[in-house]
Structures are given as structure tokens and as C-alpha cells.
């Protein structure tokens, strides 16, 4: 492995791991960070209205991840970023009242 890859692999861990996303909560949002970008990957709250944000902790809101938002049949409406470019499969499944 060349020099310049093992050093941005290094550097690239310790972004993520500076930034505390890994696993980790914004509300009730779970989120990851994946490449430039934060996945949301769960959402555990009951609210009928959600509000994807934009950004957190400054680094943008790309993408909603596989099942993040299922079963959560209190939810009627939510607002999704214009950077969120990408959505996982199912990731609103059974929202009945979405």
C-alpha cells in the first residue's frame, strides 16, 4: 500500500472518530458518518412531524440509510434536506400514516 493512501486512510479515521459519529445520537436521530457525508440510520422518537437537519455538528446531511425510519406509525409528515441525495431500501417502510 502506498504512503499517500495509508496516511489519508489515517487521517480519514481520525476525522471520523474526532467528529464522535460512529453509532452515535442527534435526538432522535442515529446517525454514521459515511465518506463526507452523515447517514441518517435510525430515527427512534414518536413524533407525527420530523425534521431530517440539514447538518451535524457541520458536516451535511447526505443520505437516509436502509430501514431508518420503519415502523413508525406516528409519523404523518417530514422534511428532508436538499443535500440528502440518497436513500437506503425501505427506509420508510411501514409508516402507515406517512
Known amino acids: 500500500m502506498r504512503k499517500a493512501t495509508v496516511r489519508g486512510l489515517f487521517a480519514a479515521l481520525a476525522f471520523f472518530l474526532a467528529c464522535g459519529l460512529y453509532g452515535q445520537k442527534a435526538g432522535d436521530f ?20 420530523v425534521h431530517i437537519p440539514a447538518q451535524v455538528e457541520g458536516i451535511p ?16 409528515r417530514i422534511t428532508i434536506p436538499a443535500g440528502v441525495t440518497a436513500s437506503g431500501d425501505e427506509a420508510f417502510s411501514r409508516c402507515s400514516s406517512l
Open 30 to 49: 442515529e446517525l454514521s458518518l459515511e465518506g463526507n457525508g452523515v447517514t441518517i440510520t435510525g430515527y427512534k422518537g414518536s413524533a407525527a412531524e
Open 61 to 76: 446531511v447526505t443520505a437516509i440509510g436502509e430501514r431508518a425510519v420503519y415502523e413508525c406509525s406516528s409519523l404523518e
